[in-house]
């Protein structure tokens, strides 16, 4: 099957090729563990390396932060803007979900204005305010996404996760519902050291690598390394070697 590529070093790998055409594909993590910058790199290389325009839906930050970000990993968005391949909208959740319910809205031109084809959707934890009900939080989500798939796009979500370390529960259900790919990112002490960690939770329709990848964010964005060896508990935020789980299990009772 055709796929959308990341052009982030190891993220295609673990993804087995990259996205799904029309996907939504949700990535979750905490405060500074580089969601929003792998969204930007996801439109910056559909942009410059495989030839598709993209969009950055924005609930929190000015347009003018990401140019900001942007420059400090070379990526020159201000030109793509100028060039007619980029547009950067800030609006709410409220708003755009409006507007691409409504035909010809704003958002809708500028997706045909530019041929966009990928979209960074950029938090969508904003959308938890719109309504206390899960049931129906829901559907406004599975609306908002049904919308840019019919709109032809490939969409990248950013959550954030109130949780800096330690284990979660699992995704929760509203987010389960409606992603078709669920990545998290992770902060993981190891012997005093922080280090950022990568794992795909799912991807509908297609498999994926299950390990769990080290991460770093270098000068020219995202990149995938290696896997982590010899230890456990990755995602605890607090990992063992395995060595070490192996004598406490068996050789101190």
Do not use: C
């Not at 000015?62 to 140019?67: A, V």
């Amino acid at each position: 099957m055709e796929r959308i590529k990341s052009g982030i070093t190891g993220l295609d790998e673990m993804l087995n090729g990259g996205f799904l055409p029309y996907s939504a594909n949700l990535v979750e993590g905490a405060p500074g563990t580089g969601k929003s910058t792998l969204g930007m790199q996801f439109i910056y290389n559909g942009i410059t390396r495989f030839d598709q325009p993209g969009l950055i839906l924005t609930f929190e930050e000015f347009p003018h932060q990401y140019y900001s970000d942007g420059e400090s990993f070379g990526w020159d968005l201000r030109s793509l803007e100028k060039a007619g391949k980029l547009r950067v909208i800030m609006t709410s959740p409220e708003v755009s979900q409006a507007s691409l319910a409504q035909v010809d809205s704003h958002i809708q031109s500028v997706i045909a204005e530019i041929g966009a084809a990928r979209i960074l959707v950029d938090s969508l934890s904003h959308f938890d305010r719109l309504s206390e009900d899960p049931v129906a939080r829901r559907g406004l989500l599975y609306g908002f996404i049904n919308s840019l798939r019919r709109e032809g796009l490939t969409s990248l979500l950013t959550r954030e996760s109130p949780a800096l370390f330690g284990e979660i529960e699992g995704p929760e259900e509203d987010v389960a519902f409606v992603a078709d790919s669920y990545l998290l990112l992770r902060y993981v002490e190891i012997e005093s050291s922080i280090r950022k960690a990568l794992l795909v939770l799912k991807l509908r329709g297609s498999d994926h690598a299950k390990d769990i990848r080290q991460f770093e964010i270098m000068h020219a964005g995202i990149e995938v390394q290696s896997k982590f060896e010899g230890r456990e508990g990755i995602m605890s935020g607090s990992p063992r070697r395995m060595a070490d789980s192996f004598v406490e299990a068996f050789v101190k009772r």
